[in-house]
């Protein structure tokens, strides 16, 4: 059995690209950022940067293109791909992209929430509108759930 599984969560570092194929296809670039922190020998706290190229493409890429923006928080759910081509020097250049199946919009920076809400407004937050959001005070017991 072979797996090719990839969930990234992470930060856009720039702006979606969102174009078209010569079949009609929209496909949408970006970039995220992915952080993981961990102890050195000397036992100090570092913190290393990876960064990941994302494909997505038809409805996930201009979902994506319209709503995300750089610094948006973002969760990838795909697989891993690799693709050549010959420069204009002679030389063969690789990249390697993650192809997003699934997308999660995540937190915006100023903490404005995960998306606008349904019927409202693009650009719409709760708290731009005036509205407050009422969270449940109760505890959640789990055999309440349904499923």
């Not at 020998?41 to 940067?49: A, F, L, N, P, T």
């Not at 759910?77 to 010959?86: A, K, L, P, V, Y």
Request: include cysteine; charge should be neutral.
């Amino acid at each position: 059995m072979y797996l090719n599984k990839v969930i990234l969560i992470g930060n856009l570092t720039r702006d979606p690209e969102l174009k078209a194929l010569p079949s009609g296809t929209k496909v949408c670039n970006f970039s995220i950022a992915t952080n993981r922190v961990f102890k050195d020998k000397e036992g100090q706290r570092q913190e290393s940067v990876e960064y990941h190229n994302i494909v997505a493409f038809a409805r996930t890429g201009e979902l994506v293109a319209q709503y995300m923006r750089k610094g948006y928080q973002v969760m990838i759910e795909g697989r891993m791909q690799t693709r050549s081509w010959d420069a204009n020097d002679g030389q063969k250049k690789y990249r390697t992209e993650v192809i997003a199946e699934s997308v999660q919009f995540g937190s915006r920076p100023g903490g404005a929430g995960s998306g606008p809400k349904a019927g409202s407004k693009e650009g719409e937050t709760p708290s731009s509108t005036g509205e407050k959001i009422d969270y449940p005070t109760e505890e959640i017991n789990p055999d309440d759930i349904p499923f």
